[in-house]
């Protein structure tokens, strides 16, 4: 039917003219101009020939094939039978011969360097098809020709539609080259009919199939990427629109592998596209640019819009030679459509949509591009006269010559051309699996979904899937991907979930995969998302989402450089992981209905079920199908698993649906379905699967693999004697891939299950050469017995994640599982990704195997000390820390108590913090273990210090300080100093503050920190702004935001952000302060940071007060004295209190506000600040109520509170302009207007 990615675009048959039609399989018998010719568009519409025939296109050359492994160590051939028979010499075929014991060949229909299509008559069913038989090049390439032939038909085998070639069959010849049998098309091609004008209502059948069509393979993952006139062949009928046959699907865009690598484990195949796959002329911008990562359903749409636009006007976009076209086609603006012929208003808009640059400017689905097509269907009453095809050019290709014998060998003489001996049936492991049924089951998710795509109900709704194993859960998800990405109703998104993490599970795969950035690195990421989301280069809030949102799908080192968003972006928090996810969704849906497919959701972790709880809370305007599927076995009653299911169903009012096994007529009938079968082997196959369609297709793929299956007369039948055998268990066909190894090399097997499932070569080299095994070979037999699976340049992975499991399971009773799990704990060293979280922990887990707690948990405490001085995830810690559960004691189980300490310090949970950081310092002093024991002591006078005992706290942090330095320790000291500064700085011992924080500064500098930087700039600016040196707090708060964003510290730049807002209002620019307070909370809001949030809340509220806002300060208080009271703060909850108390005052309200200050006064706190915002709101409130002496002494005591009177907390200046228009007696107001002078005076002194 279609040329394949290796028969060469130009057939060497010549074209006869006497007549209109054609039968066909390969993109047409002539092809367009690529208008380098002079013809106009008049005489091209006026129907008559020009003198001399149009120019062929100027097609692509042949599809550059990447390169590959060798044949014997990829095994790319190795799909479908045990043992596949070499290449050699291609034998010739002419008219008479057989192919593959079955097609008689009739005549050469399309012949090339790389292949030739044959008409052939099937004898097992006298039907005419096509044949194509790859030819490989004589070369070291010749196996990856092959593969790209058997992509193809995989491909073409995934499609069921009627404008698409239908496969029927796919095999070896015994000369080792391929071949696919495919439906025989006939009609005319679009290159003919656009040589002469055309009704629009013709046109417009013509190109709604070809949308239909395209939005059916795009929803199973397949773009065409080489759609032109001659690809397309249309069959005129008589009195109705005529039918369209697309040709050359498959051809080098296969976006996924519809294959099932459960059947069988072979490998799936990658979506690989070609630079050389195209035309000139219809080739799309990503194409030409090789943009690969682009390429999409939309790269179709271009050809499309390239076909239409010269149906439309009579020429082509472009004009010239294939070079100049391609540099037309990639950067030039498209030529206004001019149409030749009547068409409806829009069609011009339409036609230039399609022919955007950009492909996110074209159209989302085909189908989205069908419907507007639509608004222009031909009238019901539309004449019968407009399906008539016009008269076609004297060059056209005639209609096939009756079909006889030439001269030619016998059938069956040349032996060459039968089948590969052991040939399996060859669609059976291309088909995807066609076991779907469940009627009841597809009818409540379309119900569900039908309703969010309308708008009806609930925003977000849950289907769990609930069944067996293998009962065809995943495959009714799937179909439902399938049929509202075909429709163009839902973005699908498949997230997958295993026991043992792969590196693109969850909705980060779902969204790679959706971007096609599984081959794309940072740089190149940061590219496309800055153009499809359309960022500036001034906008730097677009810019660091594009940043975070790269860091998420491919996050970048400490030593790489920023990429072209130019922010370095850490995901430092689970709450900002969380936040970057949430918005790239929403970017990436467009205000489109997403579906969110989750297979084996009782895989995955609790921070994923938070997230989806986060989405169903923060994103209602964003419609959501959540369908996932859960193995009924795995989800016992009582179970995390189950229980974090239960809680999310309950949340969203889920439905949970049982899938349960077919009845045994149904999967017969879905298995003939599958492959013509004779009866015993059908019910055989379907009485072993037990109402479970996988293992029904399982065995068919079992007893192909064996050789067992017969073909006679069209059906495949299976032996008597090999359907009396006992099947063999999952476990046992697992145990014959090992067995299937060398006996030297068995223990390779075993051992690579210790790397994960990113296996990298290098690893996996070096491990196999330290157990003493030859790791060439040994790599190469691992493939062959398909133990391991090839996914890219020095990768592999494994065919099923259960697979992993067994072999693990198995490794741990060997006598020499020891020594194979330290190895891979040190091969694992050698991983490109060997500092990420994800190899460190597998690196732990291995030595945790091997019986060595104390060596994984230094592994693990020495990966979190270099994490936690960049992005500090707690958390993620915790997470990490339970790995180690039960396992360590003495030294190590003091490490893990200090660590849990210091995560839990950070999410706020002070008092579990406390007690296994006390638990670790005594156990340090007992081991006399000064390090840890000063790290211990840092952390609890920190703690100490944020429940109220900062005398204590700074104590404890002192003698910490004191340890770090008679150790050398610079960091430690560095870690010290920033604390001790922050504590000194609340306790208004500014002069100690200052000089302990400069040499924290100062150390961090030294070591290259920015983070710690960052932090002791930061509480420098805070210090000056106590001060009155408003300017130079505003410069040195800007500095510490350089150092954060140098290091990705969001939730430093927030702080920094929130202090800038602090400047403000000291300079009275209360709208400025209320702005920058208001971005600083959503910030820490996104962080889940209560303290910030606190913080900025207190801020609006001064705000409110200074400006005589009172609602907008109660509302704003309120919410702070809440935060405080829950994270049990005392500073904060007296400042919220006192701020409480102003607005009572500021409304005359004395009662209310004596009883509130009554309350603030049981509070105590050590801290400078609050206690001075407490006298002079005391003075305040004893002047509204006219005792003027005490007002006075309460002026004079808040005054004292620093020590100095320049000195003072961040809400004084403006309650002494406050206090300055009350009724004060002559001296009190004289010394309130000496304080407020002092006050303006250094900060105007400072700032110069």
Known sequence: ??????????????????????????????????????????????????EAEPEEDEDSAPPSIPSAASLKESSILNVSAPEITPLGTPSPVLPGHVIANRYEVEKVIGEGGMGIVYRCRDLASNHQVAIKRVIPPESKLAAEYVMWFYKEARALAALNHPCI?????????????????????AGVSLHDLSQVPNQFELIWSTVDQILGALAHAHARGIIHGDLK??????????????????????????????????????????????????????????????????????????????????????????????????????????????????????VVAF????????????????????????????????????????????????????????????????RALGAAPQRAPGLLSIRQSPLVGRDDVKRILREVCDDVIEGVGEPHRLVILVGGAGVGKSRIAEWLCEVVHEEGTMIPLRARYRPIRSPLDGMLGGVTQYFNFERSDRNVIEKSLLSRWKVSPDDKNGRAWVAGAAEWLRPLSPEQPVGPSGIRFTLDTLETRRLVIRYSLRRLARGRPMLFFMDDLHHAGETT???????????????????????????????PAAERLRHLREVLDGVVVDVKPMDADTTASLLRASLPLEDAAVLEAARRSRGNPLFALQQLHAWALAGNMQLAGGTYSVPEEVLAVRPQTTAELWDSRVSALPEGQRLAAYAVATLGGDIRRGVLHSLLTVLGLPADDAIISLQNAEIILPRGSGRYQWPHALLQEHLLAQLMERPDAKNVFIAAADSLAAHPLSNTRRIVRQRVANLLYAGEPDAAGGLLFGFLQNAWLGAREPLATLGDLELLKGHLKGRSLALKHRWQAEALRHLGRAEDATTHAEIARERFEELDDKENLAHTLRLLGHLASEKGASGEGVLLVDLAHQIFTELGNVLGQAQCEAVIGEIEYLLGNYERARSVIEAGESHFALLGQPLGRGQCLLLLSWIDHSEGATERARRLTLEARSEFERAGYRLGIAQANASLSHVEHRLMNFYSAELGAMDALGAFESLRTPRGQAACERLLAMVGVDTDDLDMAEIHADLAASIYTQMRDPWGILESRLLCTQIALARRDVDTARALLEQCATIRVEEAEPRQHFLLTQAWLEIAAG?????????????????????????????????????????????????RALLNDRSRRASE
């Open 351 to 414: 036609v230039h949509r399609l022919l955007a640059k950009r492909p996110w400017d074209r159209f989302e689905f085909a189908a989205e591009a069908r419907a507007v097509w639509g608004e222009w269907r031909p009238t019901a009453d539309a004449h019968e006269n407009v399906w008539t095809f016009p008269e076609l050019p004297r060059y056209a290709a005639q209609p096939p010559a009756p079909t006889t014998r030439k001269t030619g060998p016998p059938r069956g003489e040349a």
């Open 609 to 639: 079920f938070d997230g989806l709880l986060g989405i169903h809370r923060d994103e209602r305007d964003q419609r959501i199908v959540i369908v996932a599927t859960v193995r009924s076995e795995d989800v016992q009653l009582g179970t």
């Open 1 to 50: 039917m279609a040329n394949g990615g290796n028969v060469d675009p130009k057939p060497k048959v010549p074209s006869e003219k006497d007549g209109a039609t054609t039968d066909s399989a390969v993109s047409g018998t002539s092809a367009p101009a690529a208008d380098a010719d002079n013809v106009t568009a008049a005489s091209r519409l006026s129907g008559l020939p020009p």
């Open 165 to 185: 070639v239908r496969a029927q069959d796919f095999g070896q010849l015994a000369d080792g080259t391929p071949y696919l049998a495919m439906d025989l098309a």
């Open 229 to 346: 006139p001659s690809n397309v062949l249309v069959e005129e009928r008589t009195g109705e629109p005529p039918l369209v046959h697309i040709l050359d699907f498959g051809l080098a865009w296969l976006k996924q592998d519809p294959h099932d690598e459960r059947l069988d484990g072979s490998k799936p195949i990658e979506f690989t596209p070609h630079a050389g796959a195209g035309t000139p002329g219809y080739m799309a911008p990503e194409q030409i640019q090789h943009e690969m990562h682009h390429v999409c359903g939309a790269t179709d749409l271009y050809a499309l819009g390239c076909i239409l636009y010269k149906f439309l006007s009579g020429r082509s976009v472009f004009s010239g030679d294939p070079k100049e076209l391609l540099r037309l086609h990639a950067f030039e603006k498209t030529p206004e459509l001019k149409l030749a012929i009547p068409a409806p208003q829009g």
């Open 1187 to 1235: 005792d003027g002496d005490k007002a006075y002494e309460s002026l004079e005591a808040a005054s004292e509170v620093f020590g100095q009177r320049s000195r003072a907390g961040d809400h004084t200046p403006h309650l002494l302009g406050r206090l300055s228009r009350l009724p004060w007696p002559e001296h009190a107001r004289q010394r309130i207007d000496a304080w």
